[in-house]
């Protein structure tokens, strides 16, 4: 039972464009939404947080937005960069689960110059 | 400031031997935790240790245990090693808090023949 999903398993944007990264989540006890970039040959890297008690949260160029009622988060990149080519991965936690987190399956972005 | 720190980078070993990879965390971060990465189950929550404590389990069997010690380092053992268990081993840690987001070493690359 997948508690997290990322459907798109991957996404091509053009550079100076918009990308939106797509996450569901089906457990309701999650209370914290994270997204991480992924390089190959690397472990991820921590972009932005958002709290459940928030619907938006913004650092640079990064956005997350949380939709409570469908279960749904998004991270919006603006403008895109060649260098934003990676995968992303959505993860989710609760607060009675310590720092255990619970990810989606990753979407690798392609944004092409 | 140094990083999250895992050795080593690559390891080949054979079906029912066992293996134990290590993990330095951030100087003064007491949260470590340990993640599967295969490409078929993406990234899977292994367990977390706070101050030499096991806080969480992921839903791994027995053959997956770890410690952590005084100093924070962690290490994680495999026994009776299967074909299955082949993946990228990542090690996180944290000061406190999951909003803060996990620091990620770069993996440890385990090949099972």
Same mark, same amino acid.
């Given at each position: 039972?997948?508690?997290?999903?990322?459907?798109?398993?991957?996404?091509?944007?053009?550079?100076?464009?918009?990308?939106?990264?797509?996450?569901?989540?089906?457990?309701?006890?999650?209370?914290?939404?994270?997204?991480?970039?992924?390089?190959?040959?690397?472990?991820?890297?921590?972009?932005?947080?958002?709290?459940?008690?928030?619907?938006?949260?913004?650092?640079?160029?990064?956005?997350?937005?949380?939709?409570?009622?469908?279960? @749904?988060?998004?991270? @919006?990149?603006?403008?895109?960069?060649?260098?934003?080519?990676?995968?992303?991965?959505?993860?989710?936690?609760?607060?009675?689960?310590?720092?255990?987190?619970?990810?989606?399956?990753?979407?690798?972005?392609?944004?092409?110059? | 400031?140094?990083? %999250? /720190?895992?050795?080593?980078?690559?390891?080949?070993?054979?079906?029912?031997?066992?293996?134990?990879? !290590?993990? !330095?965390?951030?100087?003064?971060?007491?949260? %470590?935790?340990?993640?599967?990465? /295969?490409?078929?189950?993406?990234?899977?929550?292994?367990?977390?240790?706070?101050?030499?404590?096991?806080?969480?389990?992921?839903?791994?069997?027995?053959?997956?245990?770890?410690?952590?010690?005084?100093?924070?380092?962690?290490?994680?053992? %495999?026994?009776?090693?299967?074909?299955?268990?082949?993946?990228?081993?990542?090690?996180?840690? !944290?000061? /406190?808090?999951?909003?803060?987001?996990?620091?990620?070493? !770069?993996? /440890?690359?385990?090949? %099972?023949?």
């Amino acid at each position: 039972d997948q508690q997290v999903k990322q459907n798109s398993p991957s996404l091509s944007v053009q550079e100076g464009r918009i990308s939106i990264l797509n996450c569901d989540y089906t457990n309701s006890m999650f209370d914290y939404f994270l997204w991480y970039k992924k390089y190959p040959a690397e472990g991820p890297t921590f972009l932005i947080s958002i709290s459940s008690i928030k619907d938006k949260n913004e650092d640079g160029r990064f956005t997350v937005f949380l939709n409570k009622s469908a279960k @749904h988060l998004s991270l @919006h990149i603006v403008p895109s960069q060649p260098g934003d080519s990676a995968v992303y991965f959505c993860a989710a936690s609760s607060n009675n689960a310590g720092n255990m987190l619970t990810f989606g399956g990753g979407t690798r972005l392609m944004v092409k110059p | 400031k140094a990083g %999250v /720190t895992q050795t080593p980078r690559y390891l080949i070993k054979t079906r029912g031997q066992q293996v134990t990879l !290590s993990c !330095s965390p951030i100087s003064g971060h007491r949260s %470590v935790s340990w993640y599967q990465q /295969t490409p078929g189950q993406g990234l899977q929550f292994l367990f977390e240790y706070f101050s030499e404590t096991q806080r969480n389990k992921g839903n791994f069997p027995g053959r997956f245990s770890g410690r952590q010690f005084s100093n924070s380092r962690s290490e994680m053992n %495999v026994s009776t090693l299967e074909l299955g268990d082949s993946a990228l081993y990542l090690c996180a840690s !944290s000061p /406190t808090g999951v909003l803060y987001g996990y620091t990620f070493g !770069s993996g /440890t690359r385990l090949t %099972v023949v």
